[in-house]
């Protein structure tokens, strides 16, 4: 295969003018273009969000060779349809749809002994290069691609069937992601980075580096602009031996009627040495799993005797308003030492979350969470399955002596949430699971995080051993022997139309799938979160796989043998028939569109510098916390996220949306690419369920009933709201730190005239 010089791939800052909309096109690559032009020749290209438009990071512009004459296009990076907010490959690897709009290209014959035209796809590297069939003038689609960074060119072939690139190259161009580049020169000389211990001394411990990355100096001297604060600041606590040590959490069975005494105290625990105090509903990390029929009511009586005012929110749960559990909103907060009654009516089977709705971003990672599951009345609506693990995943900030401190006049770490760099599940460090030869085991998920998003698999490591983190996707359709296959079963408020596979989960913050998996060869099995986060000094992405727990299945077969029941995907007739209702809305226009951004002000030097060149590229999740001390230095002071009305340009609390139960309203989310920091948000809405129709334009073929949905950075996303429930009810970003900055909102439901 013929060299390719790097200065052929030169960073290229604008499309060359279209003449007119090619064929067949979406237009939003020519607007792209367009608005580019604008801004440079404006001389605002990086010093205002002005050329930040989301299709740069969707579409490819093709550039011509001096062998094409005039030749042009752009290739669009498209959504593939799955179950979650974003598509990924079991390593974490964003799979995309190419499809190809070319004009001007001559005949192949008359640039040689040619007779067609072949696109090609490949890493920077250049190796594997990978063939995406014939192209020409039009519309193509040239399938999947899952590479982190690479180019797509476009050669004169003797014949469609070449295996390698042999002819003229007459079209390149680079993925958005491959703009992406060294912040500066010295990104790799030891004099760039100075190490933490040479801080000078302040009034916060620094938190912990992220393995691998240095940190400019600047950097390192950053500290928030808030008063450091934790637990035993908070209370006038005892020795921690003499604080009463958490359990794990227990199962509690109520009855329709039934009712549980909940507590929140404090208790200590021991995580990998270190002597923490936490948080626990009664002492109990995560609280107790509470598991009730469906269309049953119980109360609830809790007691608050932690230092801080807190409440209960029943997530996902279409509960009486009064019970939401939203101090301000549904009732006062629960002052240390007080009780509330909650009574809860459970109205939709499925697996659903309790937390406290304020401070959450300390009081959610000191531990105060747990599960709630709702059995159907139906004995069919899941298949068989040998048993039910209930999962609830976590992560948790520690350095050396314990864990890392709060703000305390306001949450920090908010400009990229706090990412843990320990994981629980079920509040341990790894999770054991015993199974049989066989077993069909049900695992009901929820991500309790405060902001990381995971991407999970199960690896059978008896076969080879844990994956390469690095490996390269060449197929993203192409099976991993070692990976299990997974069904997709429901989501956080039903079903799925039809049952899926998948090879991995992805599971943002609030957000709970339930899934089927067989564990049909003896050995174990490793449950791991495997994903593709950016080292964004250095401009590259770094992999990043945590094993969270372990599957051991034995030599001896299951007692029942599910086997054939789970090789069939269920089509659900009463999931689908439910959506039916809702159908002649799918293509409405929206009702009201929201834009999710933020606001910064008099934020520290070195983050302006080092976020002027992250906005080139945006990955569409942040999957990991690649920048803890940047920002972990960032509170409410300097940085405010804001969810934005398009029509009245009101923001967060301003907004003023007033429904009647029985209203169906579609509503249209823009996570702007603009913003200082785009970044995924998975957004909520408390009291209520919703279908997610379509994101970037794509539709979503296989819905079920949501609660929270995951909205990648430059995404646009429509979903079609039923309002259900009278009351006043909070919608909000379910990362903590970006709930704390101000990314909220109310709206009204009325009670139905009657």
């Not at 964003?94 to 290209?105: F, K």
């Not at 709630?372 to 948790?396: F, S, T, W």
């Not at 990229?416 to 460090?429: D, I, K, T, Y």
């Amino acid at each position: 295969m013929r060299a390719l010089t790097a200065g052929v791939f030169g960073l290229l800052a604008a499309a060359p003018a279209a003449a007119g909309q090619l064929p067949g096109s979406s237009g939003a690559c020519e607007a792209r273009a367009a608005e580019t032009r604008a801004a440079g020749a404006a001389g605002a290209l990086t010093d205002t969000p002005t050329g930040r438009v989301a299709a740069d990071l969707h579409c490819i512009s093709l550039f011509s060779t001096a062998r094409s004459g005039d030749a042009q296009g752009f290739v669009e990076l498209g959504r593939v349809p799955s179950p979650f907010g974003v598509t990924v490959t079991p390593s974490g690897h964003h799979v995309r749809a190419l499809t190809a709009h070319i004009e001007g290209l001559p005949p192949p014959s008359s640039l040689g002994p040619y007779t067609v035209y072949v696109a090609w796809a490949t890493p920077l590297e250049l190796a594997p290069v990978v063939s995406l069939g014939p192209v020409g003038n039009g519309e193509h689609a040239l399938g999947r691609v899952a590479f982190n960074k690479f180019l797509v060119m476009v050669s004169a072939e003797a014949s469609a069937d070449v295996e390698e690139r042999e002819g003229p190259l007459v079209l390149r161009g680079r993925s958005p992601s491959a703009l992406m580049e060294a912040h500066d020169l010295l990104a790799l000389a030891p004099s760039a980075t100075r190490r933490a211990a040479d801080r000078a001394p302040t009034r916060w411990d620094a938190p912990p580096a992220y393995p691998g990355i240095a940190m400019l100096p600047g950097v390192m001297d950053l500290e928030p602009r808030a008063r450091p604060a934790s637990l035993r600041s908070a209370a006038d606590l005892p020795p921690w031996e003499s604080l009463p040590e958490a359990s794990e959490h227990q199962i509690v069975n109520l009855p329709d009627g039934g009712t549980l005494d909940l507590e929140a105290t404090v208790v200590r625990r021991d995580i990998e040495g270190r002597r923490l105090a936490m948080l626990a509903f009664n002492g109990q990390h995560p609280g107790p799993l509470i598991r009730v029929p469906e269309q049953s009511t119980i109360f609830v009586n809790f007691t608050n005797r932690t230092p801080y005012p807190t409440a209960v929110h029943w997530h996902g749960i279409r509960l009486d308003n009064a019970f939401d559990g939203v101090p301000g909103l549904t009732q006062d907060p629960v002052a240390p030492g007080e009780s509330f009654r909650y009574r809860i009516f459970f109205r939709d089977a499925g697996i659903y979350w309790y937390h406290p709705h304020h401070r959450e971003d300390v009081q959610q990672e000191l531990g105060l969470y747990g599960n709630l599951l709702v059995d159907p009345a139906d004995r069919d609506y899941y298949g068989p399955a040998n048993r039910e693990e209930v999962l609830l995943l976590d992560d948790i900030l520690l350095d050396e002596d314990g864990l890392v401190d709060f703000g305390e006049e306001s949450a920090n770490y908010v400009l990229m949430g706090r990412f843990g760099n320990r994981a629980l599940v079920n509040g341990e460090p790894n999770y054991e699971l015993e199974v049989d030869r066989g077993e069909v085991v049900r695992f009901h998920l929820t991500n309790a995080s405060n902001t990381r998003t995971f991407n999970l698999s199960f690896v059978d490591t008896e076969r080879g051993g844990l994956p390469d983190p690095d490996q390269r996707v060449s197929d993203p359709d192409a099976a991993d022997p070692n990976r299990l296959p997974l069904k997709v079963v429901a989501s956080d408020v039903g079903r799925f139309e039809r049952e899926e596979w998948t090879r991995s989960v992805v599971l943002a913050p609030a957000e709970r799938y339930v899934i089927d998996v067989r564990f049909d060869r003896p050995g174990t099995h490793a449950l791991v979160n495997h994903v593709q986060g950016i080292n964004h000094r250095q401009g590259v992405f770094r992999a990043e796989l945590r094993t969270l727990g372990a599957v051991t299945v034995a030599s001896r077969p299951a007692a029942h043998d599910h086997g054939p029941s789970f090789e069939t995907l269920r089509e659900h007739a009463d999931v689908i028939a439910d959506i039916d209702r809702y159908r002649p809305r799918f293509d409405d226009e929206p009702d009201h569109e929201l834009v999710m951004t933020l606001e910064t002000e008099d934020l520290p030097l070195p983050i302006e510098r080092s976020m002027a060149y992250d906005w080139v590229y945006f990955n569409p999740v942040e999957w990991t916390g690649t920048m803890p001390r940047m920002n972990w230095a960032t509170t409410g002071r300097e940085v405010r996220w804001v969810l934005r009305e398009t029509a009245t340009g009101r923001e967060n609390e301003e907004i003023e949306w007033n429904f009647a139960v029985g209203d169906v309203v579609k509503i249209r989310v823009v996570n702007d690419r603009g913003a200082f920091h785009a970044m995924q948000h998975p957004l909520h809405i408390h009291g209520q369920r919703f279908l997610v129709l379509s994101q970037n334009g794509v539709p979503n073929p296989n819905l079920a009933w949501k609660d929270t949905v995951l909205l990648p950075a430059a995404s646009t996303t429509d979903i079609l709201l039923e309002l259900s429930n009278p009351g006043r009810w909070m919608i909000h970003c379910h990362i903590a730190e970006h709930l704390e900055a101000g990314m909220k909102m109310v709206m009204n439901v009325a009670d139905a005239p009657q």
